[in-house]
């Protein structure tokens, strides 16, 4: 059974930094592609990143391209999320997630495995 648990949430003030980490077990994670969802208040889930089994290719959402990071280190069996230059609008809960099946996706329903989310608030 595959678990993940996210780490490195808190309260950040506008324009710091913080690095969410995603530790994996229960099977291969050198082999899925691992994304990271959020989910604010009164809102949808919604894609933030996602990043290759290899860590050759990744993509992320408009709102943050330029500002967030994701990477992995398949020794460690996590994945990360650095995220810097925070705006107030990035408040909400991280999700890290694993989809059941082998290949390339970038939408939650593709993701079968979830995390229990860490909180990110970005004060103004």
């Known amino acids: 059974q595959v678990q993940l648990v996210e780490s490195g949430g808190g309260l950040v003030q506008t324009g710091g930094s913080l690095r969410l980490s995603c530790a994996a077990s229960?099977?291969?994670?050198?082999?899925?592609?691992m994304g990271w969802f959020r989910q604010a208040p009164g809102k949808e889930r919604e894609f933030v990143a996602a990043?290759?089994?290899?860590?050759?290719?990744?993509s992320c959402t408009d709102s943050v391209k330029g500002r967030f990071t994701i990477s992995r280190d398949n020794a460690k069996n996590t994945v990360y999320l650095q995220m810097n230059t925070v705006k107030p609008e990035d408040t909400a809960v991280y999700y890290c997630?694993?989809?059941?099946?082998?290949?390339?996706?970038?939408?939650?329903?593709?993701?079968?495995?979830w995390g229990q989310g860490t909180q990110v608030t970005v004060s103004s």
């Open positions: 229960g099977r291969t994670f050198s082999t899925y592609t």
């Open positions: 990043i290759s089994r290899s860590g050759g290719i990744t």
């Open positions: 997630a694993a989809p059941l099946s082998l290949g390339w996706y970038t939408t939650s329903r593709a993701y079968d495995y």
